[in-house]
């Protein structure tokens, strides 16, 4: 079953402009990761918001999370043509084991 | 230093055959974990090992799939008698204890003919 999912599914802005992706999730959660995965495999991590915190930056990163409305966003600010991307979030449910469960993403695409 | 490596890179094998996918993680990582990716979707969680021992296997579909991690550093995913199905990408990540940012390889293509 999907834990979390992204809104939108997919965003396309212009270069310079600022990205928000939202994340909800169903469970309580220890923590939530968010990543970028670009074109290809690999993922990679970006910001973890621990079920304490409320916002976190990094960079032009800034992630906020709600955990009475279960639910996360990821802002970039002054995107470029590089976040060019598909953006995920990850939920570790309060369950007992550190299990991840991945969202269905959101496909960024900045415009040059 | 290194990062998490995955080989091989791709795979193509018949349906029926037997498939080992390696996964080496980051040295002095305790947690590993792989995930199984179709096309336009998130990764999906398959079992994760803090040291040698599975802590959750609840994501693996079947018993077809069994993975192990004998001396707590390389793991090795086996699917036996692969169906078409089982075609995605494989991949593997390794975090420093469990709940921590997670590393990932660039993952195992399999296509299953």
């Known amino acids: 079953s999907q834990q979390g999912e992204e809104d939108p599914q997919a965003l396309s802005i212009q270069e310079g402009e600022n990205a928000t992706m939202n994340c909800s999730y169903k469970t309580s959660i220890n923590n939530l990761q968010w990543y970028r995965q670009n074109s290809g495999r690999g993922l990679v991590h970006l910001i973890l918001i621990r079920s304490n915190e409320r916002e976190k930056h990094s960079g032009r990163l800034r992630v906020t999370l709600d955990t009475s409305k279960k639910s996360s966003s990821l802002l970039i600010t002054a995107s470029r043509a590089a976040d060019t991307a598909s953006y995920f979030c990850a939920t570790d449910p309060t369950s007992g084991t550190y299990k991840y469960i991945f969202g269905t993403g959101t496909r960024l695409k900045v415009l040059a | 230093g290194a990062g998490v490596s995955q080989t091989p890179s791709n795979k193509v094998t018949e349906k029926g055959k037997y498939v080992e996918l390696r996964c080496d993680p980051i040295?002095?990582?305790?947690?590993l974990y792989w995930y199984r990716q179709s096309l336009g979707q998130g990764p999906e969680f398959l079992i994760y090992f803090q040291g040698t021992g599975a802590a959750d296997d609840s994501g693996l579909p079947n018993d077809r799939f069994f993975a192990v991690r004998p001396e707590g550093s390389v793991s090795t995913l086996k699917i036996q008698r692969t169906e078409r199905g089982d075609s995605a990408v494989y991949l593997c990540?390794?975090?420093?204890?469990?709940?921590?940012?997670?590393?990932f390889g660039p993952g195992t293509r399999l296509t299953v003919l």
């Open positions: 990540a390794s975090s420093r204890t469990s709940g921590n940012e997670q590393f």
């Open positions: 040295s002095g990582h305790t947690a």
